[in-house]
């Protein structure tokens, strides 16, 4: 059953049940307070308005503390069908999530793993790097030193050997 359904069957049973007691909007908001529930008088007034089950309300918010006020006070037992669709709805949804927890954990498991493994290989690059960029050093001091040599010599100032 999707959830649309369920509030549009509330929603349903609510206003029979309003109608069946006689229920005013004030009796109902004082019956929420009652029970520490909270629902704007809005709402309620919305809920209750002609037309009600095709508006988008937050069940949660809205629909669910007045069907645990008047439904459970007065024994409404037409909904218990629904009552337990939604109650193995919540339990499959409950086990898709701990799958795709475990399946997250897994990924981010590999993840850290081939983090790790890259960090290794960029401090495996920068020490040859490092290597090279040092032989590169030396060898321009030694090619520099020839040249120099190269020139003294050239110039005749001294003999040099190498």
């Given at each position: 059953m999707e959830i649309e359904k369920l509030k549009k069957t509330t929603i349903e049973r609510l206003k029979k049940v309003k109608a069946e007691q006689g229920l005013s909007v004030s009796r109902i908001m004082e019956m929420l307070e009652a029970k520490?529930?909270?629902?704007?008088?809005?709402?309620?007034?919305?809920?209750?308005?002609?037309?009600?089950?095709?508006?988008?309300?937050?069940?949660?918010?809205?629909?669910?503390?007045?069907?645990?006020?008047?439904?459970?006070?007065?024994?409404?037992?037409?909904?218990?069908?629904?009552?337990?669709?939604?109650?193995?709805?919540?339990?499959?949804?409950?086990?898709t999530i701990e799958f795709m927890m475990i399946k997250f954990e897994e990924q981010k498991s590999a993840y850290e793993k081939n983090v790790a493994h890259l960090k290794g290989q960029i401090h495996r690059l920068n020490e040859r790097l490092d290597i090279r960029e040092r032989s590169i050093e030396r060898k321009d001091t030694i090619m520099e030193k020839l040249l120099n040599a190269y020139l003294l010599k050239e110039n005749g100032d001294i003999e040099v050997e190498l």
């Open positions: 520490g529930k909270f629902v704007s008088e809005a709402t309620v007034k919305r809920i209750f308005s002609e037309g009600s089950e095709d508006f988008n309300f937050r069940y949660q918010d809205s629909i669910a503390p007045l069907a645990d006020v008047l439904l459970d006070l007065y024994g409404d037992t037409s909904g218990l069908d629904e009552v337990m669709a939604l109650k193995q709805i919540i339990h499959d949804k409950n086990q």
